[in-house]
Protein backbone atom coordinates (compact mmCIF):
# COMPACT_ATOMS: atom_id res chain seq x y z
CA UNK A 1 0.00 0.00 0.00
CA UNK A 2 1.25 3.61 -0.77
CA UNK A 3 1.57 5.81 2.44
CA UNK A 4 1.29 9.38 1.11
CA UNK A 5 2.66 12.70 2.57
CA UNK A 6 2.71 16.39 1.66
CA UNK A 7 5.84 18.50 2.53
CA UNK A 8 7.64 21.66 0.09
CA UNK A 9 9.73 19.76 -1.86
CA UNK A 10 13.64 21.41 -1.55
CA UNK A 11 16.51 19.65 -2.48
CA UNK A 12 17.19 19.72 1.38
CA UNK A 13 13.77 17.77 2.19
CA UNK A 14 13.88 15.41 -0.54
CA UNK A 15 17.81 14.24 -0.21
CA UNK A 16 16.65 13.97 3.56
CA UNK A 17 13.70 11.67 3.27
CA UNK A 18 14.23 7.99 3.68
CA UNK A 19 13.99 4.56 1.43
CA UNK A 20 11.24 2.28 2.40
CA UNK A 21 10.83 -1.05 1.19
CA UNK A 22 6.88 -0.53 0.33
CA UNK A 23 6.73 2.65 -2.14
CA UNK A 24 6.02 6.27 -0.43
CA UNK A 25 4.41 9.30 -2.50
CA UNK A 26 4.93 12.80 -1.39
CA UNK A 27 2.76 15.25 -2.30
CA UNK A 28 4.58 18.93 -3.06
CA UNK A 29 2.52 21.59 -1.18
CA UNK A 30 3.72 24.73 -3.64
CA UNK A 31 2.58 22.94 -6.44
CA UNK A 32 -0.38 20.46 -6.35
CA UNK A 33 -0.06 17.47 -8.94
CA UNK A 34 3.57 17.41 -8.53
CA UNK A 35 4.56 14.27 -6.36
CA UNK A 36 7.63 12.59 -5.70
CA UNK A 37 7.42 8.42 -5.29
CA UNK A 38 10.41 6.76 -3.65
CA UNK A 39 11.03 3.22 -4.07
CA UNK A 40 13.88 0.71 -2.81
CA UNK A 41 17.62 3.23 -4.24
CA UNK A 42 14.80 5.62 -6.73
CA UNK A 43 13.45 8.84 -6.24
CA UNK A 44 10.96 9.91 -8.84
CA UNK A 45 9.39 13.25 -9.54
CA UNK A 46 6.09 12.45 -10.92
CA UNK A 47 2.49 14.32 -12.37
CA UNK A 48 -0.40 13.20 -10.72
CA UNK A 49 -3.46 14.78 -11.90
CA UNK A 50 -6.49 13.77 -13.39
CA UNK A 51 -7.20 14.18 -17.11
CA UNK A 52 -10.51 15.06 -18.79
CA UNK A 53 -12.51 11.83 -19.69
CA UNK A 54 -10.31 9.84 -17.58
CA UNK A 55 -11.70 7.49 -14.75
CA UNK A 56 -8.69 7.15 -13.00
CA UNK A 57 -5.61 10.11 -12.23
CA UNK A 58 -2.93 10.22 -14.97
CA UNK A 59 0.64 9.35 -13.93
CA UNK A 60 3.63 11.20 -16.04
CA UNK A 61 6.65 10.38 -14.97
CA UNK A 62 9.35 13.71 -15.54
CA UNK A 63 12.69 12.31 -14.01
CA UNK A 64 15.14 10.78 -11.06
CA UNK A 65 16.40 12.84 -8.76
CA UNK A 66 18.32 14.39 -8.33
CA UNK A 67 19.48 14.24 -11.81
CA UNK A 68 16.14 16.38 -11.93
CA UNK A 69 16.31 18.90 -10.10
CA UNK A 70 13.42 20.51 -8.18
CA UNK A 71 13.28 23.68 -9.93
CA UNK A 72 13.40 21.77 -13.48
CA UNK A 73 10.69 19.09 -12.37
CA UNK A 74 8.34 21.99 -11.06
CA UNK A 75 9.08 23.21 -14.51
CA UNK A 76 8.13 19.42 -16.46
CA UNK A 77 5.50 19.78 -14.51
CA UNK A 78 3.95 23.02 -15.64
CA UNK A 79 4.37 22.31 -19.04
CA UNK A 80 2.56 18.96 -18.69
CA UNK A 81 -0.21 19.80 -16.31
CA UNK A 82 -0.64 22.64 -19.31
CA UNK A 83 -1.04 20.03 -21.56
CA UNK A 84 -3.26 18.40 -19.75
CA UNK A 85 -5.77 21.21 -19.49
CA UNK A 86 -5.87 20.91 -23.16
CA UNK A 87 -7.05 17.12 -23.24
CA UNK A 88 -3.22 16.55 -24.17
CA UNK A 89 -1.87 13.22 -22.60
CA UNK A 90 1.56 13.72 -21.99
CA UNK A 91 2.58 10.22 -22.41
CA UNK A 92 1.02 10.44 -25.57
CA UNK A 93 3.16 12.52 -26.78
CA UNK A 94 6.04 10.74 -25.03
CA UNK A 95 5.03 7.75 -27.21
CA UNK A 96 4.77 9.56 -30.34
CA UNK A 97 8.56 10.73 -29.62
CA UNK A 98 9.77 7.50 -29.44
CA UNK A 99 7.95 5.85 -32.19
CA UNK A 100 9.18 8.94 -34.01
CA UNK A 101 12.65 7.89 -33.33
CA UNK A 102 12.54 3.93 -33.32
CA UNK A 103 14.74 2.80 -36.46
CA UNK A 104 13.93 -0.14 -38.64
CA UNK A 105 16.26 -1.99 -37.27
CA UNK A 106 14.90 -1.86 -33.61
CA UNK A 107 11.41 -2.86 -35.08
CA UNK A 108 13.11 -5.75 -36.87
CA UNK A 109 14.56 -6.80 -33.64
CA UNK A 110 11.24 -7.32 -31.87
CA UNK A 111 9.46 -8.49 -34.71
CA UNK A 112 11.44 -11.37 -34.54
CA UNK A 113 11.42 -12.00 -30.78
CA UNK A 114 7.59 -12.02 -30.89
CA UNK A 115 7.77 -14.59 -33.19
CA UNK A 116 8.22 -18.66 -33.47
CA UNK A 117 10.53 -18.85 -36.44
CA UNK A 118 12.18 -21.88 -37.72
CA UNK A 119 16.13 -21.12 -37.66
CA UNK A 120 16.21 -21.38 -41.76
CA UNK A 121 13.06 -18.23 -41.74
CA UNK A 122 14.74 -16.74 -39.43
CA UNK A 123 18.14 -16.92 -41.12
CA UNK A 124 16.19 -16.06 -44.40
CA UNK A 125 14.95 -12.43 -42.62
CA UNK A 126 18.55 -12.02 -41.83
CA UNK A 127 19.89 -12.07 -44.91
CA UNK A 128 17.37 -10.17 -46.73
CA UNK A 129 18.07 -7.33 -44.34
CA UNK A 130 21.74 -7.64 -44.65
CA UNK A 131 21.70 -8.18 -48.70
CA UNK A 132 18.96 -5.39 -49.61
CA UNK A 133 17.96 -3.21 -46.48
CA UNK A 134 21.65 -2.27 -45.20
CA UNK A 135 21.51 1.13 -45.95
CA UNK A 136 18.14 1.08 -44.19
CA UNK A 137 18.91 -0.29 -40.60
CA UNK A 138 19.35 3.12 -38.76
CA UNK A 139 17.14 4.87 -40.68
CA UNK A 140 13.84 5.81 -38.93
CA UNK A 141 10.75 4.29 -39.35
CA UNK A 142 9.05 7.46 -39.73
CA UNK A 143 11.26 8.66 -42.35
CA UNK A 144 10.85 5.51 -44.75
CA UNK A 145 8.74 7.09 -47.38
CA UNK A 146 6.99 5.92 -50.30
CA UNK A 147 9.15 7.43 -52.79
CA UNK A 148 12.02 5.53 -51.30
CA UNK A 149 10.01 1.96 -51.45
CA UNK A 150 9.16 2.41 -54.99
CA UNK A 151 12.61 3.05 -55.98
CA UNK A 152 14.68 0.53 -53.62
CA UNK A 153 12.00 -2.12 -55.46
CA UNK A 154 12.72 -0.51 -58.71
CA UNK A 155 16.31 -1.02 -58.73
CA UNK A 156 16.02 -4.81 -56.78
CA UNK A 157 14.25 -6.00 -60.02
CA UNK A 158 16.82 -5.11 -62.21
CA UNK A 159 18.77 -8.00 -60.70
CA UNK A 160 15.78 -10.02 -58.96
CA UNK A 161 11.98 -9.86 -59.58
CA UNK A 162 11.29 -12.44 -57.17
CA UNK A 163 13.95 -11.14 -54.19
CA UNK A 164 12.54 -7.49 -54.64
CA UNK A 165 9.14 -8.85 -54.20
CA UNK A 166 10.37 -10.66 -51.66
CA UNK A 167 12.09 -7.67 -49.63
CA UNK A 168 9.05 -5.30 -50.05
CA UNK A 169 6.65 -7.70 -48.05
CA UNK A 170 8.68 -8.32 -45.85
CA UNK A 171 8.79 -4.48 -45.29
CA UNK A 172 5.23 -4.53 -45.27
CA UNK A 173 5.48 -7.06 -42.58
CA UNK A 174 7.40 -4.59 -40.59
CA UNK A 175 4.94 -1.51 -40.62
CA UNK A 176 2.25 -3.50 -40.14
CA UNK A 177 4.07 -4.87 -37.01
CA UNK A 178 4.83 -1.30 -36.34
CA UNK A 179 1.03 -0.10 -36.55
CA UNK A 180 -0.49 -3.11 -33.93
CA UNK A 181 3.35 -2.61 -31.54
CA UNK A 182 3.16 1.32 -30.88
CA UNK A 183 -0.35 2.91 -30.06
CA UNK A 184 -1.36 5.77 -27.50
CA UNK A 185 -3.16 5.61 -24.85
CA UNK A 186 -6.69 5.84 -26.35
CA UNK A 187 -5.49 2.33 -28.29
CA UNK A 188 -4.75 4.63 -32.03
CA UNK A 189 -1.82 3.39 -33.68
CA UNK A 190 1.36 5.76 -34.03
CA UNK A 191 2.07 4.00 -37.81
CA UNK A 192 -1.29 4.57 -39.54
CA UNK A 193 0.41 4.47 -43.08
CA UNK A 194 2.21 1.80 -44.61
CA UNK A 195 4.31 3.31 -47.37
CA UNK A 196 4.77 -0.05 -49.28
CA UNK A 197 1.10 0.15 -50.20
CA UNK A 198 2.75 2.50 -53.25
CA UNK A 199 3.43 -0.79 -55.09
CA UNK A 200 0.26 -1.79 -55.07
CA UNK A 201 -1.25 2.05 -56.29
CA UNK A 202 1.28 1.85 -59.09
CA UNK A 203 0.96 -1.69 -59.66
CA UNK A 204 4.62 -2.54 -59.33
CA UNK A 205 4.77 -5.85 -57.84
CA UNK A 206 6.47 -8.18 -59.83
CA UNK A 207 4.21 -10.91 -59.09
CA UNK A 208 6.85 -13.83 -60.31
CA UNK A 209 5.16 -17.03 -61.26
CA UNK A 210 5.77 -20.18 -58.99
CA UNK A 211 8.40 -22.22 -60.53
CA UNK A 212 6.56 -25.07 -62.40
CA UNK A 213 9.67 -27.16 -63.12
CA UNK A 214 9.08 -30.95 -61.72
CA UNK A 215 10.68 -34.23 -63.37
CA UNK A 216 9.19 -35.78 -66.27
CA UNK A 217 8.58 -39.95 -66.08
CA UNK A 218 11.23 -39.89 -69.09
CA UNK A 219 13.68 -38.43 -66.55
CA UNK A 220 12.99 -40.21 -63.37
CA UNK A 221 15.15 -43.42 -64.97
CA UNK A 222 18.76 -41.22 -65.64
CA UNK A 223 17.93 -39.61 -62.32
CA UNK A 224 17.72 -42.39 -59.97
CA UNK A 225 20.73 -44.21 -62.02
CA UNK A 226 22.67 -41.13 -61.72
CA UNK A 227 22.44 -41.67 -57.91
CA UNK A 228 22.95 -45.35 -58.16
CA UNK A 229 26.06 -44.89 -60.06
CA UNK A 230 27.27 -41.90 -57.88
CA UNK A 231 26.67 -43.71 -54.54
CA UNK A 232 27.91 -47.12 -55.69
CA UNK A 233 31.31 -45.09 -56.37
CA UNK A 234 31.77 -43.01 -53.54
CA UNK A 235 30.98 -46.20 -51.04
CA UNK A 236 34.18 -47.79 -53.31
CA UNK A 237 36.56 -44.71 -52.76
CA UNK A 238 34.76 -44.75 -48.82
CA UNK A 239 33.33 -41.01 -49.64
CA UNK A 240 30.68 -40.81 -46.90
CA UNK A 241 29.33 -37.39 -47.50
CA UNK A 242 28.53 -38.06 -50.65
CA UNK A 243 26.69 -41.82 -50.04
CA UNK A 244 24.69 -39.75 -47.37
CA UNK A 245 23.52 -36.89 -50.00
CA UNK A 246 22.90 -39.74 -52.31
CA UNK A 247 20.51 -41.38 -49.95
CA UNK A 248 18.97 -37.96 -48.81
CA UNK A 249 17.71 -37.21 -52.62
CA UNK A 250 16.94 -40.41 -53.43
CA UNK A 251 14.84 -40.21 -49.98
CA UNK A 252 13.31 -36.39 -51.07
CA UNK A 253 12.26 -38.30 -54.09
CA UNK A 254 10.67 -40.84 -52.69
CA UNK A 255 8.58 -38.80 -49.85
CA UNK A 256 8.76 -35.09 -51.34
CA UNK A 257 9.48 -33.95 -48.63
CA UNK A 258 10.67 -30.28 -47.27
CA UNK A 259 14.63 -29.74 -47.33
CA UNK A 260 14.89 -29.40 -43.51
CA UNK A 261 12.59 -31.65 -41.62
CA UNK A 262 14.08 -34.22 -43.61
CA UNK A 263 17.74 -33.39 -42.41
CA UNK A 264 16.48 -32.88 -39.13
CA UNK A 265 15.14 -36.24 -38.84
CA UNK A 266 16.76 -38.15 -35.88
CA UNK A 267 17.49 -42.00 -35.27
CA UNK A 268 15.33 -41.76 -32.32
CA UNK A 269 12.21 -40.94 -34.47
CA UNK A 270 12.98 -44.14 -36.98
CA UNK A 271 10.60 -47.07 -36.33
CA UNK A 272 11.95 -49.67 -38.65
CA UNK A 273 9.57 -52.69 -37.14
CA UNK A 274 6.62 -50.21 -37.05
CA UNK A 275 7.28 -48.81 -40.38
CA UNK A 276 7.18 -45.68 -39.68
CA UNK A 277 9.37 -42.50 -38.78
CA UNK A 278 8.24 -39.45 -37.56
CA UNK A 279 9.29 -35.25 -38.39
CA UNK A 280 9.60 -32.94 -34.89
CA UNK A 281 8.43 -29.32 -34.84
CA UNK A 282 8.11 -29.14 -38.65
CA UNK A 283 7.74 -25.78 -40.78
CA UNK A 284 3.97 -26.37 -39.17
CA UNK A 285 5.41 -26.60 -35.59
CA UNK A 286 3.12 -29.84 -35.39
CA UNK A 287 5.11 -33.58 -35.53
CA UNK A 288 4.32 -35.60 -38.58
CA UNK A 289 3.54 -39.51 -38.65
CA UNK A 290 4.91 -40.92 -42.26
CA UNK A 291 4.96 -44.77 -43.14
CA UNK A 292 8.49 -46.13 -44.22
CA UNK A 293 8.07 -48.13 -47.68
CA UNK A 294 10.32 -50.11 -49.42
CA UNK A 295 12.82 -47.72 -50.97
CA UNK A 296 12.88 -46.13 -47.76
CA UNK A 297 13.54 -48.73 -45.52
CA UNK A 298 16.79 -50.07 -47.81
CA UNK A 299 17.82 -46.17 -47.50
CA UNK A 300 17.46 -46.32 -43.45
CA UNK A 301 19.40 -49.75 -43.17
CA UNK A 302 21.97 -48.61 -44.90
CA UNK A 303 22.13 -45.11 -43.03
CA UNK A 304 22.15 -47.37 -39.88
CA UNK A 305 25.83 -48.82 -41.18
CA UNK A 306 26.74 -45.08 -41.70
CA UNK A 307 25.80 -43.82 -38.93
CA UNK A 308 28.34 -41.18 -36.97
CA UNK A 309 25.18 -38.72 -35.12
CA UNK A 310 22.02 -38.73 -33.80
CA UNK A 311 20.46 -37.57 -37.38
CA UNK A 312 19.77 -40.24 -40.00
CA UNK A 313 21.63 -38.19 -42.46
CA UNK A 314 24.74 -37.06 -40.12
CA UNK A 315 27.75 -35.81 -41.14
CA UNK A 316 31.37 -34.75 -39.24
CA UNK A 317 30.52 -31.34 -39.15
CA UNK A 318 28.99 -28.68 -36.33
CA UNK A 319 25.28 -29.44 -36.47
CA UNK A 320 26.13 -33.49 -36.81
CA UNK A 321 24.11 -33.46 -40.41
CA UNK A 322 24.06 -32.60 -43.95
CA UNK A 323 23.85 -29.20 -44.20
CA UNK A 324 24.60 -28.45 -47.98
CA UNK A 325 24.18 -30.80 -50.62
CA UNK A 326 24.72 -28.73 -53.99
CA UNK A 327 27.77 -30.23 -55.24
CA UNK A 328 26.57 -33.78 -54.84
CA UNK A 329 23.06 -32.17 -56.13
CA UNK A 330 25.27 -30.97 -59.32
CA UNK A 331 27.10 -34.33 -59.76
CA UNK A 332 24.36 -35.88 -59.63
CA UNK A 333 23.03 -33.46 -62.33
CA UNK A 334 25.77 -33.77 -64.94
CA UNK A 335 25.64 -37.94 -65.24
CA UNK A 336 22.00 -37.47 -65.61
CA UNK A 337 22.27 -34.68 -67.66
CA UNK A 338 19.23 -33.04 -65.83
CA UNK A 339 19.04 -29.33 -63.66
CA UNK A 340 16.58 -30.40 -61.08
CA UNK A 341 16.73 -28.84 -57.34
CA UNK A 342 14.97 -30.59 -54.45
CA UNK A 343 11.83 -28.76 -54.82
CA UNK A 344 11.44 -30.30 -58.41
CA UNK A 345 11.16 -33.99 -56.54
CA UNK A 346 8.74 -32.26 -54.23
CA UNK A 347 6.83 -31.10 -57.33
CA UNK A 348 7.38 -34.08 -59.01
CA UNK A 349 5.93 -36.64 -55.82
CA UNK A 350 3.10 -34.36 -55.51
CA UNK A 351 2.12 -34.09 -59.54
CA UNK A 352 2.41 -38.09 -59.41
CA UNK A 353 0.30 -37.87 -56.16
CA UNK A 354 -2.62 -36.15 -58.14
CA UNK A 355 -2.12 -38.10 -61.20
CA UNK A 356 -2.98 -41.48 -59.30
CA UNK A 357 -6.51 -39.68 -57.68
CA UNK A 358 -5.25 -39.73 -54.72
CA UNK A 359 -7.49 -37.46 -51.82
CA UNK A 360 -6.42 -33.85 -51.22
CA UNK A 361 -6.20 -34.38 -48.16
CA UNK A 362 -4.27 -37.38 -48.04
CA UNK A 363 -1.16 -35.58 -50.33
CA UNK A 364 -1.60 -32.47 -47.76
CA UNK A 365 -0.70 -34.73 -45.52
CA UNK A 366 2.09 -36.31 -47.31
CA UNK A 367 3.68 -33.09 -47.93
CA UNK A 368 2.84 -31.85 -44.33
CA UNK A 369 0.92 -29.07 -46.10
CA UNK A 370 -1.16 -26.63 -43.56
CA UNK A 371 -4.93 -26.36 -44.21
CA UNK A 372 -6.72 -23.10 -43.62
CA UNK A 373 -8.59 -22.79 -40.91
CA UNK A 374 -11.72 -22.19 -42.23
CA UNK A 375 -11.78 -25.78 -43.34
CA UNK A 376 -13.94 -27.56 -41.03
CA UNK A 377 -13.59 -31.01 -43.15
CA UNK A 378 -9.41 -30.67 -42.40
CA UNK A 379 -9.85 -30.47 -38.92
CA UNK A 380 -11.52 -33.82 -38.52
CA UNK A 381 -9.46 -35.81 -41.08
CA UNK A 382 -6.93 -37.39 -39.32
CA UNK A 383 -4.56 -39.50 -41.00
CA UNK A 384 -1.73 -42.26 -39.14
CA UNK A 385 1.25 -43.27 -40.64
CA UNK A 386 -0.89 -46.90 -41.16
CA UNK A 387 -3.39 -45.08 -43.38
CA UNK A 388 -0.61 -43.15 -45.61
CA UNK A 389 0.88 -46.32 -46.41
CA UNK A 390 -1.28 -47.41 -48.89
CA UNK A 391 -1.31 -44.05 -51.32
CA UNK A 392 2.64 -43.88 -50.64
CA UNK A 393 3.12 -47.42 -51.85
CA UNK A 394 0.93 -46.52 -54.94
CA UNK A 395 3.09 -43.53 -55.28
CA UNK A 396 6.63 -45.50 -55.00
CA UNK A 397 5.44 -48.00 -57.36
CA UNK A 398 4.32 -44.90 -59.96
CA UNK A 399 7.94 -43.55 -59.80
CA UNK A 400 9.49 -47.18 -60.27
CA UNK A 401 7.10 -47.73 -63.18
CA UNK A 402 8.41 -44.50 -64.65
CA UNK A 403 12.08 -45.42 -63.50
CA UNK A 404 11.59 -48.79 -65.21
CA UNK A 405 12.30 -50.62 -61.86
CA UNK A 406 10.60 -53.45 -61.55
CA UNK A 407 9.35 -54.40 -57.93
CA UNK A 408 7.36 -57.01 -57.95
CA UNK A 409 4.19 -55.12 -56.04
CA UNK A 410 1.00 -56.62 -58.03
CA UNK A 411 -1.55 -55.89 -54.96
CA UNK A 412 -1.41 -52.14 -55.31
CA UNK A 413 -2.54 -52.68 -59.23
CA UNK A 414 -4.77 -55.31 -58.27
CA UNK A 415 -6.29 -53.53 -55.71
CA UNK A 416 -6.51 -50.32 -58.64
CA UNK A 417 -8.10 -52.69 -60.57
CA UNK A 418 -10.61 -54.59 -58.23
CA UNK A 419 -11.75 -51.17 -57.21
CA UNK A 420 -12.64 -50.27 -60.97
CA UNK A 421 -14.46 -53.49 -61.69
CA UNK A 422 -16.20 -53.02 -58.07
CA UNK A 423 -17.29 -49.51 -58.70
CA UNK A 424 -19.59 -50.94 -62.03
CA UNK A 425 -21.30 -53.33 -60.21
CA UNK A 426 -24.32 -53.16 -58.90
CA UNK A 427 -25.10 -53.50 -54.52
CA UNK A 428 -26.34 -57.81 -55.57
CA UNK A 429 -23.46 -58.48 -57.96
CA UNK A 430 -21.07 -57.45 -54.84
CA UNK A 431 -22.77 -59.46 -52.59
CA UNK A 432 -22.59 -62.90 -55.09
CA UNK A 433 -18.91 -62.50 -55.46
CA UNK A 434 -18.16 -62.19 -51.68
CA UNK A 435 -20.60 -65.39 -51.14
CA UNK A 436 -18.68 -66.78 -54.06
CA UNK A 437 -15.30 -66.03 -53.07
CA UNK A 438 -15.16 -65.83 -48.80
CA UNK A 439 -18.85 -68.30 -48.57
CA UNK A 440 -20.88 -65.96 -46.72
Known amino acids: ?211 QTRLRPSQLTPFLQAINTLRDDAIAYRQDFTVAVCDYVEFTAYTGLRRTELLELKWQDVYLKDELFILRDTKNHDDLELPITAPLKAILQRRKEYKVTDFVFGANNRLGRITEPKKVIQKINELAELSFTLHDLRRTYCSIAESLGIGTYTIKRLLNHKTGRNDVTAGYTVLTAEELKEPAQRIVARINQYAGIDVSEPPVADMDNIKTLLSGMTKEQKLRIFTEVFGI
Open 1 to 211: MTRTNHIRFTEAEISALPITEKRTRWHDTQMPGLVLDVTAGKKAFRVYKKLAGRATPLSVTLGDFPALTVESARRLARKAMADMADGINPNDSKRQFRAASVKLSEVFQRFLEQRDLKDTTLRGYQQLMKCYLADWQQKRMADISEDMVYKRHQKLSQSSRAQADYTMRTMRALFNFAKAEYKDSANRTLFPANPVVVLSEKRAWNNVARR
